[in-house]
């Protein structure tokens, strides 16, 4: 997830390139206009979970677990993933899950950078029970808030990431994850010290550590790791022209993945950690022209951009999501039901944020999923 710094300024770009406005309404007292076919089945990604149209298909974000600063319970009131949980995901339609990961919280602060076995052991852990359930894996390092913001620490961190994927792609080589069952996200959503150049860098770095320092393990006769790469400006569709990929990612090795809130005061109405969210309480999202038409300007300068000559990359959304606490259900399961559909008919392969907190789709105590969230998700047959 992103801060409120950034999504002021998306929501501020997005409304300044269309004349639809900044697509929210504060009419509390209107009803969803949204067309009811956007909760079927139409562009057929049942069948397979999206996995006929797109490497990733449909999936789910296992957010506030593994990137919490101290333990994994922290941020979700003890909980912690259970093997359950992928079946629960596996059996409700969805076909991956993009697992956040702050490596950072359990790695030395100098070299070696060693990550901690324990930790270490506990994500293997929770990577083999999605698997086992036939679901498609995304590992990240998520909040690397010490790269992010420690001024004058760039190249420190920059050595300290290589040191930690260099771990990942020995601890998780090829003849044991296969490249159809692990994709590796090299940083979450870039900002602040990590700018356009530095990420550019990181790109190259990473890529070179993977694919040839790391040959034996991630790019041999078995196959090819496929890496997930994002832009810069916190993971926005505003960076994709400046994002310099190396000639070496190819549509059959590398995804691109871009994160979308937006309206920012409509999906973080009410979240607690940006400032003046509450005064934001009753804003709606209708699915009304305009409305739709900021969202679509959005989707599809993300299509321009991978119609380009040498591009053809499959484009995951790796996160979107609304706050629950003050949003309204039938808003939710629109907004939701219009970010889903639109991307499967670009092709586009989803991961929602996120699976039980408080994006949630699921409710843990309840032991149920929230009828809004999954309806908008995971539509009816047609």
Request: overall charge negative.
């Amino acid at each position: 997830m992103k801060l409120a710094k950034h999504h002021a300024l998306g929501a501020t770009l997005i409304c300044a390139v269309t004349l639809s406005g900044c697509g929210s309404s504060s009419n509390s007292d209107a009803t969803v206009v949204l067309d009811e076919s956007y909760y079927t089945d139409l562009y057929d990604w049942n069948e397979s979970k999206g996995l006929n149209n797109s490497f990733l298909g449909r999936g789910i974000n296992m957010g506030n677990f593994f990137e919490s600063p101290k333990y994994e319970g922290e941020w979700n009131g003890d909980l912690t993933i259970q093997a359950s949980d992928f079946d629960n995901i596996a059996s409700h339609g969805f076909a991956s899950v993009r697992i956040p990961v702050r490596w950072n919280a359990h790695a030395l602060e100098n070299a070696p950078f060693t990550i901690d076995a324990a930790f270490l052991s506990r994500v293997q852990q929770v990577v083999d029970e999605a698997i086992q359930e036939d679901l498609r894996v995304i590992i990240n390092t998520h909040h690397y808030n010490e790269m992010f913001y420690n001024k004058g620490e760039f190249q420190h961190h920059r050595v300290r990431l290589n040191a930690i994927w260099d771990q990942l792609a020995t601890h998780f080589p090829l003849d044991e994850y296969p490249e159809d069952q692990l994709v590796f996200e090299l940083l979450n959503e870039p900002h602040e010290e990590v700018g356009v150049e530095e990420w550019n860098l990181l790109i190259d770095d990473l890529t070179r550590l993977l694919w040839t320092d790391n040959a034996d393990t991630q790019n041999n006769t078995l196959g090819q790791r496929k890496i997930m790469i994002g832009t810069a400006d916190w993971g926005g569709p505003f960076k994709l022209p400046d994002l310099k990929l190396p000639p070496e990612s190819t549509p059959d090795n590398t995804i691109i993945t871009v994160h979308f809130y937006e309206p920012f005061k409509f999906t973080h109405q009410g979240a607690e950690w940006v400032d003046g969210a509450s005064k934001w309480a009753g804003t709606r999202w209708l699915g009304a022209d305009a409305e739709k038409q900021t969202l679509y300007n959005y989707l599809d300068a993300v299509s321009d951009w991978n119609d380009e000559p040498g591009r053809g990359f499959e484009i995951n959304i790796g996160e979107f999501g609304v706050y629950s606490k003050m949003s309204k259900p039938e808003d939710q399961r629109a907004w939701t039901a219009f970010i889903a559909r639109e991307s499967e008919k670009r092709s586009f392969s989803w991961h929602y944020w996120e699976y039980s907190s408080g994006f949630g789709a699921y409710d843990p105590y309840a032991k149920q999923w929230r009828p809004a969230l999954i309806q908008g998700l995971i539509p009816k047959d047609k």
